[in-house]
T-cell receptor, first 113, second 111 residues
Framework: DAGVIQSPRHEVTEMGQEVTLRCKPISGHDYLFWYRQTMMRGLELLIYFNNNVPIDDSGMPEDRFSAKMPNASFSTLKIQPSEPRDSAVYFC???????????FGPGTRLLVL | DAKTTQPPSMDCAEGRAANLPCNHSTISGNEYVYWYRQIHSQGPQYIIHGLKNNETNEMASLIITEDRKSSTLILPHATLRDTAVYYCIATPPFGNEKLTFGTGTRLTIIP
C-alpha cells in the first residue's frame, strides 16, 4: 500500500483565498483524522471521521474550516477564507479501528500571505 | 487522557541504547501508553504501545513500571535516523478516539 496520500504537499496562497487540502487514507481503514501542527500550538486534532461520518469536530478552529469525506477513499479540508494565522502543516492520518496505530501522511505545508 | 511528562531534550551517542523516560503518574487502569515519533518534516510515526506488560517490536522496547506511573522507551542501537521528537501518550483504547500529542522529547543522536 502507498500509505496515506496528501495533496498538495505545499500551498502558498493569499489571504482571503479558498484553500482545499486533500487526503486519501489507506485502503480498508475506517478512521480518518485531520491534524494541524504549528510551532506555537504543536500537533492538534481538528476533526476525525469513522466510516465517512464526522464524529468529533471540536478541534476545528472556526467556521472558516470545513471537512468532508464523501467516500471511504477521499477526504477534504477546506479553509474559506484563509488567513495568515492558518499557516501551518496539515496532516491527515488513518487507522484500521479505534485508536489502533494511526498512519500519518506526509503533510501539506500551507503558507497564507 | 492522563497527563504525561517528558524531558524536553536528550542526546545519545550513535550505536548506544537510547532510553526515553515518560512520567504518567495519574494514568488510570484502562489507559494504554502509546509512543510515536516525528522525524523532521515528516508526519508522526507509530512506534509501540502497551498496557502493563513490557512490549518489544522491531523498532523498540517499552518498559512499564509495575505501578504503571512511568515508562521507558528503549531504542537498542540508536542510529542517526532515530533523531526525532518522541511523544508519549496515555489514553484509553476505546471510547474517545483522540490522541493528544504533547511537546515530546527531542532526541538527538550524536555521531
Amino acid at each position: 500500500d502507498a500509505g496515506v496520500i496528501q495533496s498538495p504537499r505545499h500551498e502558498v496562497t493569499e489571504m482571503g483565498q479558498e484553500v482545499t487540502l486533500r487526503c486519501k487514507p489507506i485502503s480498508g481503514h475506517d478512521y480518518l483524522f485531520w491534524y494541524r501542527q504549528t510551532m506555537m500550538r504543536g500537533l492538534e486534532l481538528l476533526i476525525y471521521f469513522n466510516n465517512n461520518v464526522p464524529i468529533d469536530d471540536s478541534g476545528m478552529p472556526e467556521d472558516r474550516f470545513s471537512a468532508k469525506m464523501p467516500n471511504a477513499s477521499f477526504s477534504t479540508l477546506k479553509i474559506q477564507p484563509s488567513e495568515p494565522r492558518d499557516s501551518a502543516v496539515y496532516f491527515c492520518a488513518s487507522s484500521l479501528r479505534k485508536k489502533e496505530t494511526q498512519y500519518f501522511g506526509p503533510g501539506t505545508r500551507l503558507l497564507v500571505l | 487522557d492522563a497527563k504525561t511528562t517528558q524531558p524536553p531534550s536528550m542526546d545519545c551517542a550513535e550505536g548506544r541504547a537510547a532510553n526515553l523516560p515518560c512520567n504518567h503518574s495519574t494514568i488510570s487502569g484502562n489507559e494504554y501508553v502509546y509512543w510515536y515519533r516525528q522525524i523532521h518534516s515528516q508526519g508522526p510515526q507509530y512506534i509501540i504501545h502497551g498496557l502493563k506488560n513490557n512490549e518489544t517490536n522491531e523498532m523498540a522496547s517499552l518498559i512499564i513500571t509495575e505501578d504503571r506511573k512511568s515508562s521507558t522507551l528503549i531504542l537498542p542501537h540508536a542510529t542517526l535516523r532515530d533523531t526525532a521528537v518522541y511523544y508519549c501518550i496515555a489514553t484509553p483504547p476505546f471510547g474517545n478516539e483522540k490522541l493528544t500529542f504533547g511537546t515530546g522529547t527531542r532526541l538527538t543522536i550524536i555521531p
